[in-house]
């Protein structure tokens, strides 16, 4: 099955600086890929999303990229506010074969220091 | 609200009883799905329906979960026997026909004392 990788854990950046998190999947079949922002008490937010005939998607602040080649791909928070700091979730899904089993990484809790 | 509505928030209960956790997905959503996370981990994926056909289950699904979506709208969640290893917050999505954005609801966080 699919195994998603997420790095780093934590992560501390100054207001206004940029913040980046990679995730690595196994499953060269995975073709879609949704990042998640979870406050605490809360569920999972969808922020952004992209797609295996996409290698970049930009909403706002917040961007990503995908390297089917490599198998990785990141998020990117521009310009962070302290309301950025949460675990943010990546995930992968292999949506051709009926099965809409979404695989998350482990969390990346940022932290944004006013 | 049109968003996932999943209750109750949250539930106490004590080992070996059981336990029912009921989600309201988004209006004219044919898929639902149940999530299981527990403390510092990402959600895990337990159960999928599409309408009211359970068409995937992990095996995390031990047999003492089961999973219904009657009428393809709401869904429950019951665990059986419960055992202090099931606490974690249980999460619902949903997503429309033909759409792989899955959007989730608060959460049900269980603690088994």
């Known amino acids: 099955g699919e195994n998603v990788e997420q790095h780093p854990s934590t992560l501390s950046v100054q207001e206004g600086d940029s913040a980046v998190i990679k995730c690595t999947y196994s499953?060269?079949?995975?073709?879609?890929f949704p990042w998640y922002k979870q406050e605490l008490g809360k569920g999972p937010q969808l922020i952004i999303d992209?797609?295996?005939?996409?290698g970049e998607k930009k909403d706002q602040r917040i961007a990503v990229t995908l390297n089917k080649t490599a198998k990785h791909f990141s998020l990117h928070i521009t310009e962070t506010q302290p309301e950025d700091s949460a675990v943010y979730f990546c995930?992968?899904?292999?949506?051709?074969?009926?099965?809409?089993?979404?695989?998350f990484g482990k969390g990346t809790k940022l932290s944004v220091i006013p | 609200d049109t968003g996932v509505s999943q209750n109750p928030r949250h539930k106490i209960t004590k080992r070996g009883q059981n336990v029912t956790f009921r989600c309201d997905p988004i209006?004219?959503?044919?898929?639902l799905y149940w999530y299981r996370q527990t403390l510092g981990q990402g959600p895990e994926f337990l159960t999928y329906?599409?309408?009211?056909?359970?068409?995937?289950k992990s095996r995390l699904l031990s047999d003492r979960f089961s999973a219904e979506r009657p009428k393809g709208s709401f869904s429950t969640l019951e665990i059986q026997r419960t055992e202090q290893g099931d606490s974690a917050m249980y999460l619902c999505?949903?997503?429309?026909?033909?759409?792989?954005?899955?959007?989730f609801g608060q959460g049900t966080r269980l603690t088994v004392v």
């Open positions: 209006s004219e959503h044919n898929r």
């Open positions: 329906f599409q309408n009211e056909a359970q068409l995937e």
């Open positions: 995930a992968a899904l292999f949506s051709g074969a009926g099965s809409y089993q979404l695989t």
């Open positions: 499953d060269s079949a995975s073709n879609y």
């Open positions: 999505a949903s997503s429309a026909q033909g759409n792989t954005e899955a959007f």
């Open positions: 992209i797609r295996s005939n996409v």
